[in-house]
């Protein structure tokens, strides 16, 4: 079945501008999480969704950044008013009640200019 | 807070030879520990996870040991090949919940041939 998605691939933005990056999770998997990957870096978490529950946003930076999740399914991370440090691979992942596996998106490489 | 350690960052072995990475968590009630695979330019992938009331397991060339007096837990990769290259991710549950884990910082293998 298809994996996870996430759009743009690729986005180029100025300092101080608005993005929005998509993930389109596994159909059916109740969990989402976004992280964040700086060039050789690890992976950073920023925000958990789990079903119905309210989100676990405890890793986002600053409060430029938020998501949301609309109808248990996309999900939508926008970050605010750029800054040169956001620049990095924004990954998705989602899994499946009573499977642990977290499956990635192929991420969203942001550059803020 | 919830922190994990993973060392060496960097790790190069012989085709051939063994490949060890060591994980140490702070949560003792943590209870998975998944272990994912990044290749290059590629996205994250699971490779063995072990739960708490194991202390090894084997999946071929893939061996995942845990400690848990200790917290710590290792990976163990035998007879490296060269597309055993790629950073290397540990990762813990936090408290006792399966979905959400804390990652490791990473160890970059290199497999010489």
């Known amino acids: 079945g298809a994996g996870v998605s996430q759009s743009p691939s690729n986005k180029v933005t100025e300092k101080g501008k608005d993005v929005e990056l998509r993930c389109d999770p596994i159909?059916?998997?109740?969990?989402l999480y976004w992280y964040r990957q700086s060039l050789g870096q690890g992976l950073e978490f920023l925000i958990y969704f789990q079903g119905n529950s309210a989100p676990d946003k405890s890793g986002l930076p600053s409060d430029r950044f938020s998501a949301e999740r609309t109808g248990g399914s996309v999900s939508t991370l926008t970050i605010q008013r750029t800054q040169q440090e956001d620049s990095a691979v924004y990954l998705c992942a989602s899994s499946g009640q009573g499977n642990f596996e977290q499956y990635f998106g192929p991420g969203t490489r942001l550059t803020v200019t | 807070g919830e922190n994990v350690e993973q060392h060496p960052s960097t790790l190069s072995v012989q085709e051939g030879d063994s490949a060890v990475i060591k994980c140490t968590y702070s949560d003792s009630a943590s209870n998975y520990f998944p272990w994912y695979k990044q290749e290059l330019g590629k996205r994250p992938q699971l490779i063995i996870d072990i739960r708490s009331n194991v202390g090894e397991k084997k999946d071929q060339r893939i061996a995942v040991t845990l400690n848990k007096t200790a917290k710590h837990f290792s990976l163990h990769i035998t007879e490296t090949q060269p597309e055993d290259s790629a950073v290397y991710f540990c990762?813990?549950?936090?408290?006792?919940?399966?979905?959400?884990?804390?990652f490791g910082p990473g160890t970059s293998l290199s497999v010489i041939p």
């Open positions: 990762a813990a549950s936090i408290q006792t919940s399966y979905d959400k884990v804390i």
């Open positions: 159909s059916g998997h109740t969990a």
